[in-house]
């Protein structure tokens, strides 16, 4: 009788590190709801809580969290402030902004400072979870269309008064046209078919884009693209991927 041999060892799989998390809010109930829903979940370390912005940079820079999970109205310091001092002193700390309404001009300020996404206060534990590992990679978490209706709506400065990006004139026109579907609420693969290229061909621009705009993410590069007048809040809303150039 042939025998198949011994049964091999599996080789063990290394764990994974645990994503640090600090949770921000006003609200001691919405806070202990945050933990509650996060620390279950082996993958996440609920590292501290904080009140108020100013504490969250306190405690940010004592925690070393890899995700902030910030509240944007507080007091003391808001959210927006306390991103914006997080972006700048403890960049390893990637901030998802939270809001009670998905249409919260201090969204836009968030974004601005260096927010990594936002979520509203309503989306489910599961979209949190999703939310707060996408941000740990370094990815924006703002979903594209949501983005786009966020965007048109606080973003309307007149247009001589909007500020050309850094880089704008090192654009080519393929890179601009990718920038514009981009802003007008397309996704990669919706702008691979519109343009026909391949999905890698348009990661590749995008990452670009980023880079001659010296802009850090896909939020801020649709930001930068409503300031600079390359697409409008009416063009996106009437015919999403035919912006105003």
């Known amino acids: 009788m042939t025998g198949t041999g011994p ?21 001691p109930l919405v806070r202990r709801g945050l933990s509650l829903i996060l620390s279950p979940d082996p993958s996440f370390e ?15 820079h004592q925690l070393r969290p890899d995700v902030v999970v910030m509240d944007i109205r507080m007091p003391v310091l808001d959210g927006v402030a306390a991103t914006g001092e997080l972006a700048a002193t ?12 998905d249409m919260d001009e201090y969204v836009v300020g968030a974004l601005r400072a260096g927010a990594y996404g936002f979520l509203p206060k309503d989306s489910s534990p599961e979209e949190l979870s999703a939310a707060i590992r ?11 269309r949501l983005l786009t209706r966020l965007i048109s709506t606080y973003v309307r400065a007149p247009r001589g008064e909007r500020p050309t990006p ?7 026109p ?3 046209e990718v920038w514009r579907l981009m802003a007008t609420g397309l996704d990669n693969t919706d702008i691979s078919g519109a343009l026909d290229i391949s999905l890698s061909t348009v990661k590749n ?4 884009i980023f880079d ?19 697409v409008t809040a009416r063009a996106a809303a009437a015919d999403p991927g035919a912006g105003n150039p």
Do not use: M, W
């Open 7 to 27: 049964t091999p060892t599996p080789t063990p799989t290394p764990t994974s590190p645990r994503i640090k998390v600090l949770i921000v809010d006003d609200q």
């Open 134 to 144: 996408t941000v740990h990679v370094g990815e924006a978490v703002v979903a594209p």
């Open 212 to 230: 001659k705009l010296a802009v850090r993410d896909r939020a801020q590069a649709v930001i930068a693209a409503y300031e600079s007048g390359l």
């Open 205 to 208: 621009y995008i990452t670009s």
């Open 174 to 176: 393929r890179e601009i």
């Open 46 to 60: 609920v590292v501290g809580e904080a009140e108020n912005g100013a504490q969250a940079v306190t405690l940010a």
């Open 90 to 101: 403890a960049p390893g700390c990637r901030v998802l902004a939270l809001s009670t309404f």
């Open 166 to 172: 850094t880089g704008l004139g090192e654009l080519t």
